[in-house]
């Protein structure tokens, strides 16, 4: 896990922390003791925290991986679940992971805030490119 370029961890069956690597730790400015063991309202902000349980609840129900983009501030994220398996293929936990995919210019940053929909933002930001990138950092970000 450690080698991922993005926040990535492992969930129990109950939605607690039992695994997480050191880019989510960074990106919530948290010690694993204090996200071992808890559950997303426990980890994440409120918004965040929402996502994640939906997420998780979306792949209890399907047995497939679920997948989320949204912007915080002045980035767009991808946040996918995944379904951990036991040896009876009984889903037995959740895997997510996070990473950002864009950080926007300043120029789209209010357009997003103020009205909170994607057409004032094509409207404001046509020309950016929407490929990965290569920076794993989120900081500044609330996650």
């Not at 690597?21 to 990106?27: Q, R």
């Not at 997420?55 to 497939?64: I, L, R």
């Not at 293929?89 to 209010?110: E, F, V, Y």
Request: charged share 30%; with cysteine.
């Amino acid at each position: 896990m450690e080698a991922l370029p993005f926040a990535s961890w492992f969930k129990d069956a109950d939605g607690k922390f039992n695994q997480a690597n050191s880019h989510l730790l960074n990106s919530l400015n948290k010690d694993l003791s204090k996200v071992l063991g808890k559950g997303s309202k426990e980890v994440f902000d409120q918004e965040d925290a929402r996502l994640s349980d939906e997420g998780e609840q979306d792949v209890y129900e399907t047995g497939k991986i679920s997948e989320a983009t949204y912007s915080r501030d002045k980035h767009i994220y991808k946040s996918v679940n995944f379904p951990v398996f036991d040896s009876q293929a009984q889903i037995k936990g959740t895997s997510g992971t996070r990473r950002t995919l864009q950080i926007l210019p300043d120029r789209c940053r209010p357009c997003i805030r103020r009205e909170k929909r994607w057409r004032c933002f094509w409207r404001t930001c046509r020309s950016i490119s929407f490929s990965p990138t290569e920076s794993t950092s989120t900081s500044g970000s609330t996650a």
